[in-house]
């Protein structure tokens, strides 16, 4: 499973190329290219629909020794259903491409379109197409994901301020976590605390209600979902919002008990991918507002830092001791070898 | 190139599988798995959206080495193209997931946007998103595009009814002819009929003009693409339609040319898949409006034969002699070779 070696360029340069070249608005189009999800607003339609899609290769972004087919349905699913929660939006449809190697079971397709079709359903989302290849040796997943707005309040990546408050949903680092046991042979633990790391990482869930219910708040500037980790991902909500941010490694919600299997929380916190919570921005007059309001049954939130005056830097502080540049140690599909 | 063995189920197989399973009309969805593109109403729209995709994995749909990244654009693209122009509806915007390999060059990437850039907006459609991924081996493409309706004119695979004139746009069997050129070596060919070929095979034109005259003509019943042969394509007009279909092979607008390169023109008329012609059906009493009416500028319309009673089988005639049925011998991603 060792995968062939680096290239000469990175994802985030291929991705401001196309950024710079075809990041359009126009006609329908209220958000293209750059942010979770793709914004449209139909000729008469009073809502904004959002598109977004992500692809999943056998090898990179999951292994079929450690994972059901279930499994990689509700996974394949999910990242997508993260996207739309990342702009506030509800999910509505989805579309699947397979590529199928030879040699896959009939029970291995019926039960990955079950995983699909189990974890849309529970948010809303109802499979309307699809398409199937044939793939040489890996499986391939192509799913594309439409939301709808509620009352066209959507939340983008850019809007940040200097000075607002920023915050996560859940806990930072635990998917990477579990993503370290099954690479050191974990697939099977029993420990309760092992198992949910290992099943965060197998099957995350969306943050779907808590994406909706901020976006209807109307005290936030901006959001997006945290997927290749928050070294890589604040950067690009800094340079949509055209600020910096500070964040306290002392307040980042991480997933302590990682300390105890020889792993570095607050490493898997900063630079752990896959944990699809949402990072977002609030002005610090709404601050405690948001705090007394957010309901009790969503996933817990944490303030971690500031948005302060910048391009794109990161910084980080322990306490009171000085702050330094945050490294961007996130994943990168085309640097790095997941497994 | 060759590619693994054949499984122990078909495409149609999991088709069939997932049309039962999965094919839902519900709240928003006018249709769901089972044709060209889903039809989706957004809330308070006018009009109907459409949504389509498809995978093209190297070495399966396209090889490196006979096409540049530009026509790979260009194909991609417009198969998707083809898929909207079968309903009849505005190609309006796309989103490509691509997974690279390791040694693609900046060039090759650049080229591939260009290739897709160009052609998308060549029919109205925008890139609006997409993702990146790395694979081991091939490149890996998946796009969707979404469309609109003018009107809620939309023509599906069901409609048609027993004694309906059968039509097809364009000629048939030319794209595989280009293949086969194209497999024996003939990739950079002097004769203008073989460039003619082998373009149609690596650049198809969707037949967008024409799919949305004939939807907004209001004289046709049911409408679909030929991608996977007119042997493969033709029962699913039928079964989606619930009648049969009797075809004169007399009539079909083969490409004669290729009988010259040692190839049967029949044979890829029938068989040949990547066509993306249109096929539709027009009751009886609409077909000599339609022949008056369609407009000179459009790719030619033949009419090849008409719908009959019966479930989804399609029968052959040559003239007056007695028909037979025709084997479905178009392509099947999991029982065929392509390379």
Known sequence: ???????????????????????????????????????IQPGSSGEYWLITTDMLVEGVDFLREWTTPRQIGHKSISVNLSDIAAMGALPRFFTVSLGLPPGISRHWITEFYRGLNHQGSKYGAVLIGGDLSSSSESILISITAVGESVGRKVLYRSGAREGDALYVTGTLGKSAAGLKLLLSGHAR????????AVRCHREPEPRCQAGLWLAQSGLVRCMMDLSDGLSTDLPRLCKESGTAAEIDSCRLPVFAEA??????????ALHGGEDFELLFAVPESKSSVLRKNYPDDLPPITRIGKMVRGKGEVWIRSGKKNRHRLKNLGYDHFSQKPF
Chains 1, 2 share one sequence.
Do not use: Q
């Open 1 to 39: 499973m060792v995968k062939k070696p680096v290239r000469s360029f990175s994802e985030h340069e291929i991705l401001a190329l196309l950024h710079k070249k075809y990041a359009k608005t126009g006609t329908g189009i209220k958000k293209g290219i750059g942010d979770d999800a793709a914004v």
């Open 259 to 268: 300390a105890g299997w020889d792993m570095n929380p607050l490493y898997l």
């Open 189 to 196: 633990t029993r420990t309760p605390l092992k198992r949910e």
